[in-house]
């Protein structure tokens, strides 16, 4: 039985390969950057607005560019966990990237969804796979 353990950020991602209670192998490493973004930035006098006689207003937009990218690379993600056909997932993610997962996880279909088996909300990106091992096999 295939087990895969998903490390992630806002920003970059990796796959591990576990067997019983070891990480044996980093299977691939993801970077957002790389990943074409859903929408164009916004530039910077995108949003004003100055009519005659009035002062100038900037309008927010209602969602932050890094939302809306954070969650077109959660939505990536779960889209690489159904092509690894795992078994088992354990998802050690930050919690809005964990809670992103999450919901696209719901959505796949169930035939094509492994079984969460642990969920760890800290962000593990930078560690070592013997810190990874630490964390996710200690509790």
Known sequence: MKKLILVADGGSAAFYEAVGLKVKKLLEKIVASQIEPPHKRQDLH??????????????????????????????????KVSDKKAHELILVAEPKMLHLLRVHLAHLAKEMRPE????????????????????????
């Open 46 to 79: 995108t949003g004003y607005t100055k009519k005659p006689r009035l002062p100038s207003r900037f309008y927010d937009p209602h969602n932050d560019a890094r939302d809306i990218e954070r969650d077109h690379f959660a939505r990536y993600l779960v889209e």
């Open 116 to 139: 969460v088996i642990k969920e760890i909300s800290k962000d593990l990106t930078q560690a070592s796979r013997e810190e990874i091992e630490k964390h996710v096999f200690s509790s």
